[in-house]
């Protein structure tokens, strides 16, 4: 039998704890928290509001296309503008305009003014703010605590938005079922007005501003070029890349899968996407607490092989209950896959050149999912969702073995601790990767 005196020093040592002893990260979480969750009501809420306007599979890969098309063009300049000026501003003014536009549609959605058109049209204004503002976004959780927790703040981050993908779609269902769409987005602009309530009084830890004083397209090509030479944070982009395109538009596509394949409606959809974040939140609360670095590129690749089987294994299946457990494992191993890219490559990456990389990083957020939510949602208006969805995961398992073949390389440009340099270039500390510091 274990000690339980000893189980709570583990606890009170491991990364979550350490992460919320920071005053301002914890404020920022809290706020953030929130925030995701508002994010996840107005995403469900304008996926079921599209497919009870058309009920088109095609329609729902157009409108999250259109919220992700924006970043096609501008997620790089929005990375280098976060790496030269202050990062909270920026997220200041993005959420503020988020609001807006939440507060918008939900009035024109109570009103009945609504058609799919009008909901495109916020869907791209919408996709903009938020374009803007991601880079400045993921990397404000590491600007609050020591680089020795950076790895901790972030999968304290990543736990809260795995409980966000369980309670948000939760709780747009009951909104939906309840009261009316309307509801799901003014539910969002409520939970933003925290989180820029929130940011007024957090200060940051450390400054990463970069000093160049050339052009944002040459900063945007600096980055591009750093990415693309290191050994270790190019196959990470990589693999993250073929994960959001091939698999994770199935949470986009999930109205239609709910209605068409298991016939329960906006119920349905609310429950698997439950169950969802449910996986997500236990596999980011382990990956937050285990608190180093060593092994994590291990994790990464076996999460993102389990991410892939449980996908398959969904898409195989017509029984509700199989397809429940079938969520939670694919959230959990999604939420893993995910969170340890992340934590390796913000690990490595030269705090100068965070937003920029993580720019890159970003287009997996939305631009890769939509594109295959684009492609799957069309074929599914001829074969249904099932095939569309099992192919992608199989040819995820296709590009993994590719991956696994730079395993070792990934690990000894990654799992090492990082310091910063004034020219915003690697330099290896003289900590052994084994270091808990690195969390």
């Not at 990464?300 to 209950?321: D, P, R």
Request: charged share 10%; aromatic share 8%.
């Amino acid at each position: 039998m274990h000690d339980p005196l000893n189980i709570l020093s583990r606890l009170k040592s491991g990364g979550i704890v350490r992460a919320f002893r920071h005053r301002d990260f914890a404020i920022y979480s809290i706020a953030s928290w929130f925030s995701d969750n508002g994010m996840w009501m107005m995403r469900i809420g304008m996926g079921w509001l599209t497919w009870d306007l058309t009920h088109s599979g095609a329609w729902l890969g157009i409108i999250v296309l259109s919220q992700a098309l924006p970043s096609v063009f501008l997620v790089p300049f929005a990375g280098a503008m976060a790496d030269r000026i202050d990062r909270v501003l920026i997220m200041r003014v993005t959420i503020t305009i988020s609001i807006v536009i939440a507060s918008t549609l939900s009035a024109l959605t109570w009103a009945g003014y609504v058609n799919i058109w009008t909901l495109l049209g916020f869907a791209v204004v919408h996709g903009i703010a938020g374009t803007m503002a991601v880079p400045a976004r993921v990397t404000i959780g590491p600007n609050l605590v020591p680089r020795a927790d950076i790895s901790a703040a972030i999968g304290v981050s990543s736990t809260l938005f795995g409980s966000a993908t369980f309670l948000g779609p939760a709780i747009a269902g009951i909104l939906i079922t309840q009261v009316g769409i309307g509801f799901t987005f003014a539910g969002n602009a409520i939970a933003n007005t925290l989180l820029v309530l929130a940011l007024g009084v957090i200060k940051v830890a450390r400054s990463e501003r970069n000093a160049s004083h050339g052009s944002i397209l040459s900063d945007v090509v600096e980055g591009i070029r750093y990415a693309g030479g290191h050994p270790g944070i190019l196959p990470t982009l990589m693999l993250a890349t073929f994960s959001a395109l091939l698999v994770r538009p199935l949470g986009d596509l999930m109205p239609g899968i709910a209605d068409t394949v298991f016939g329960r409606g906006a119920d349905g959809l609310a429950t698997l996407m439950a169950c969802m974040g449910v996986g997500g939140m236990f596999g980011s609360f382990w990956l937050a607490n285990r608190n180093r670095i060593t092994g994590m590129s291990s994790i990464f690749l076996y999460g993102t092989v389990i991410y892939a089987l449980s996908t398959t294994a969904f898409a195989a299946s017509s029984n509700f209950t199989l397809g429940m457990l079938c969520m939670v494992i694919v959230g959990c191993s999604q939420s893993i896959s995910n969170n340890a890219s992340q934590i390796l490559i913000q690990n490595a990456v030269a705090g100068s050149m965070r937003a920029r990389i993580m720019s890159l990083y970003s287009y997996n957020y939305r631009t890769m999912p939509a594109l295959g939510a684009l492609a799957m949602g069309a074929a599914a208006n001829s074969i249904g969702f099932q095939i569309p969805v099992g192919v992608g995961a199989i040819l995820l398992l296709g590009t993994l073995i590719w991956a696994f073949r730079r395993r070792d390389a990934m690990r000894n440009s990654l799992e090492t601790i990082v310091e910063d340099n004034p020219a915003g270039h690697d330099t290896r500390g003289p900590k052994s990767p084994d270091s808990k510091a690195a969390g």
